[in-house]
């Protein structure tokens, strides 16, 4: 019984010399395209090589420097706690709340840092989906303050009335004239546009 860990009977042997047919059979009949490591022909039963198509590993690019992968990864986590920085931030009233914006901004200019630094030095994987994804969350995030901005007047109504609403139907009283004045706001956007 041979050994299965043994390397095939048919491998290359040493070089051949002038005026001797290579290999143990010589080489394939005219006609016949020329098997791979890979087991998929390299060249045409005319003999023309084929195209390689993108992303097989002769054209995959030089592996990253480890100092450069290092570096991805620092900007990725930071970015990572920047987003997630400007979430709990993006939970605190009015007009706290807009203290997340420079958070959000800082998070998206270092998610794109980082995403050009992954591109030029050619590491793969998932730091570019995961930094396209805090950008995108981090972008997301914008939405609630510039609503702010949009509203300002009936947003610091609202926080007016409910600090002095001491009973549940003031609450309310104050909940009602902040959507009055959020319809008249949108109300005045959609006259805007045409």
């Given amino acids: 019984m041979s050994n299965p860990y043994a390397p095939p ?11 001797e047919r290579p290999g143990p059979a010589g080489p394939p009949p005219p006609g016949l395209p020329v098997p791979t490591a890979g087991g998929t022909p390299d060249r045409s039963p005319q003999g023309v090589p084929y195209e390689r198509r993108r992303g097989t590993t002769a054209q995959q690019g030089p592996a990253p420097h480890p100092t450069d992968a290092r570096r991805v990864a620092v900007l990725t986590r930071t970015t990572a706690l920047l987003v ?3 979430l709990v931030a993006g939970l605190l009233p009015f007009p706290y709340h807009l203290c997340a914006v420079p958070v959000i901004l800082g998070a998206i200019g270092v998610g794109l840092t980082a995403l050009v630094r992954a591109t030029r030095s050619h590491v793969r994987g998932t730091p570019r989906a995961v930094l396209a994804l805090l950008i995108a969350v981090a972008a997301l995030g914008l939405a609630r303050p510039a609503l ?21 139907q003031a ?3 104050c909940q009602t004239a902040y959507e009055e004045a959020l319809d008249e706001r949108s109300g005045q956007f959609t006259r805007q546009t045409p």
């Fill in 9 to 19: 009977e048919d491998r290359p042997q040493d070089a051949p010399t002038p005026g």
């Fill in 84 to 86: 997630l920085l400007s």
């Fill in 148 to 168: 702010t901005a949009l509203t300002w007047q009936a947003e610091s109504e609202y926080a007016r009335c409910q600090e002095g609403a001491l009973t549940v």
């Fill in 171 to 173: 609450k309310q009283q």
